[in-house]
């Protein structure tokens, strides 16, 4: 009877502890958005993450899985600017959860909280352009990240508001460490500055505008479409006029146009991790841009 007694005290203490009990729900697009939520959230939060770095995450299935994710959540947190808009409009509609949906507190876009740039005068989506409401990738720029940090705290302190006071805690903590170690990486990153590069994919324009590095060509004709042979010669004379140091590429695409400009243009080829989890080495929202800019040197160093 006794032991009976300590096992309801057990499996109620139990059920106190879990996270996933009290937990804020959160359905995160990009992994970026999960460490930045989880890092906010601490054990408040029970975070899913739907794209690995290693998906694009312009050309997502809306799985049912992702769907059955969607219907439980509390808050959504994606990056916005239409980078989803393939998947996520799918995937908010069949959850059916009324929580999430557009305009609700719910549902909490990232790149409504940064100045997005490449915004185009005119868009024509039969030529895969995939960037139709501007620049949507904020996250290769930590000031971004700081701008959506202090958006995503009052977001968390809005709908768990009995916890407010602990999200407040926890983004100020991570705000003062954000800036501490954005002053590191400029001080590190300082070489770089005016550094003529290549991309495949325009992928870096936030990344560029941070480090001041500059952008002398593009490999993909259009944002999303892949560059012919003859395309690629064409690129390849124009770097003849203004070189370029490197040509970069994000963990997710497939290298073989970086690679074909790296070899014919005698430049390195530099994987970007782009999100948490694009290398080895980029575990958390920290040690993504400690890579970043420990690869983007490395480069600038070779010869
Ligand atoms: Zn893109």
Request: glycine residues 6%; proline residues 6%; neutral net charge.
């Amino acid at each position: 009877m006794k032991f009976h007694r300590y096992l309801l005290a057990l499996c109620a203490a139990a059920a106190f502890a879990s996270p996933a009990q009290a937990a804020l729900r959160v359905f995160a697009c990009e992994p970026e958005w999960g460490a930045l939520t989880q890092a906010l959230g601490g054990n408040l939060v029970d975070v899913t993450v739907a794209t690995s770095a290693l998906q694009d995450p312009h050309q997502i299935q809306a799985k049912p899985s992702l769907i059955a994710r969607m219907r439980n959540a509390d808050l959504v947190v994606c990056t916005g600017a239409e980078l989803e808009v393939g998947w996520l409009p799918v995937l908010v509609q069949q959850s059916a959860n009324a929580k999430v949906q557009p305009g609700q507190p719910g549902f909490f876009e990232a790149a409504r909280n940064v100045r997005l740039q490449d915004i185009p005068g005119s868009v024509d989506r039969s030529q895969g352009d995939v960037h139709a409401a501007g620049n949507p990738h904020i996250q290769t720029d930590p000031r971004n990240i700081a701008s959506v940090a202090t958006a995503l705290g009052a977001r968390l302190a809005q709908i768990d508001a009995a916890n407010a006071a602990q999200y407040q805690q926890r983004t100020a903590d991570f705000s003062q460490k954000w800036q501490q170690a954005m002053a590191k990486w400029n001080a590190q990153a300082a070489p770089l500055r005016g550094t003529p590069v290549v991309s495949q994919h325009k992928g870096f324009v936030y990344l560029y505008d941070w480090l001041g590095l500059k952008e002398v060509a593009v490999l993909e004709p259009k944002p999303g479409v892949e560059p012919s042979a003859s395309y690629l010669q064409n690129v390849l004379a124009t770097l003849k006029a203004s070189p370029a140091k490197m040509v970069l590429f994000a963990a997710y695409q497939d290298p073989r146009a970086s690679d074909w400009m790296s070899q014919n243009a005698g430049i390195p080829a530099v994987k970007i991790p782009f999100t948490v989890g694009g290398s080895e080495q980029a575990k958390d929202l920290f040690t993504l841009f400690d890579d970043t800019i420990a690869r983007l040197l490395a480069a600038a160093q070779r010869k």
